[in-house]
């Protein structure tokens, strides 16, 4: 069932002991930042991943808006944000509806017509009255939100949690995207897209054409919803359907006060406004981000707020990243094991994947495959790079199917055993993500693909290719039967 407010989101996590309230007064600079970081870092498992409580700021020095952060921050959150017990759940479900075989009779066509509904995702619903509107601010000012100044470094504080919902001025689609909002005064913010971003190529529409660009900045509300403007969609499927999806249920949207922009109706703040592209760019950044390094400043557009929306008793939304593991660790896992199914419809022999946490989701990923003829591994890398932001992928090591990549020190030894670093590394230009800070130029560098599969005769290997060590059946049997009388 879909969460009608994220105040019922902290509830249903207070009720699972995955929250902790935190009364005592503290700052939105710096100091918030730090317990969370301690927090988040408190209880590293042996795959590096942190699981320390969702964290609730009742007392952020001089605000009355309470902040929640690490509410995503581990993987049973992220079940309890889509309302599943395990997201592998959602997985199978895609897998499942992807893989539904052709109908043989009306009976089956109606049934499969309803699972292609469900897959494409519930229509949203339209309503007039809506509980993010229940305060009106004509005059509009930021400093009433409790925004974060996350690293000494941080050009300012940044709202980091924010839905922003534009249109595609020529074919009037809308994309939710979260890009970081960067704080200038009582009514502007930085506007960080990336040129690789749906956000940029709206904004880029608007250029060609004339007038203002409107959007809206949501914050809070139903999770899922949040989960879903994070998710790398393809640009044809609608954020706001794939929320109807995960939900089971239409989300209910509300036209805006001031802008010709629909928002989620249970949001607990929307600041609407605009950007106009014939306004000079303005200097945004440096920030922390989610490599562990600061992102440097550049140029990005001008957001100006015409008003501020919210409940009457809002929650704050917001995270922090920089060294993993962080937060968004656990966002990143989610959308590698809900798009694995989705992947392997263009490369079926995808058997799984990993993109580790200290990898930061774009710097390595590990791939194992059914391989079938030679240079397989090599067709799977060059076809990876041209998916998505799968492009983006620095690093992609593909081993074969019997290897566990979620182990990395199985992949460690198997890898370093499998390759012969001349043979077996394919070097390619393209696109990286702009926050490569190795790239030599900003958005453009170089990639690694690493085949870590045996080698066959039919690729040139003349060699015979030895057998992993491993003990026989009858012996493990025989050992485990007398386990106990060797006091061991």
Known sequence: MPYYSLTAFVQVLERAGELKRISHPVKAKLEITEIADRVMKRNLSAVAQADGPALL?????????????????SMKRMALALGVGDVEEIAREIDRLIRTRPPKSFKDKLGLLAELVRLAGIPPKLVKDAACQEI????????????????????????????????????????????????FDRRTTGMHW?????????YLHQKEQSGRMELAACLGGDPA????????????????????????????????????????ANSDIVIEGYVDPSE????????????????????????HV??????????YPTTIVGRPPMEDAFLGKTTERLFLPLLRVTLPEIVDM????????????????????????RKVMHALWGLGQMMFTKTLMIVDDDVNVHDLAEVTWVVGNHIDPKRDLVFVEGPVDVLDHAAPIMGYGSKVGIDAT?????EGFEREWPAAIVMDDKTKKYIDSIWEKLGL
């Open 57 to 73: 700021f009742e007392n952020v020095d001089g605000k009355s808006i309470p902040v929640l952060i690490n509410a995503f921050g």
């Open 136 to 183: 009106i601010l004509h005059d509009p000012d930021l400093s009433i939100l409790p925004v974060l100044t996350c690293w000494p470094g941080d050009a300012g504080p940044f709202i980091t949690l924010p839905m922003v919902f534009t249109r595609d001025p020529r074919s009037g689609t809308r994309n939710v995207g979260l890009y970081r909002m960067q704080i």
């Open 194 to 202: 990336h040129l690789h971003k749906v956000g940029a190529r709206h």
């Open 225 to 264: 919803m949040i989960y879903a403007a994070t998710a790398p969609l393809p640009d044809q499927i609608d954020e706001i359907l794939f929320t109807g999806f995960l939900r089971k249920k239409g989300v209910e949207l509300v036209k805006g006060v001031t802008v010709d922009v629909e928002v989620p």
């Open 280 to 303: 000079p760019l303005r200097r945004e950044g440096p920030f922390g981000d989610h490599t562990g390094f600061y992102s440097l400043a550049d140029d990005y557009p001008v957001f």
């Open 306 to 315: 015409t008003c501020i929306t919210h409940r009457k008793s809002p929650i």
């Open 354 to 377: 990993n993109l580790p946490v200290h990898g930061v989701f774009h710097n390595l990923a590990i791939i194992s495959i059914k391989k079938e003829y030679p240079a397989h591994a």
């Open 454 to 458: 045996r080698k066959w005769r039919s």
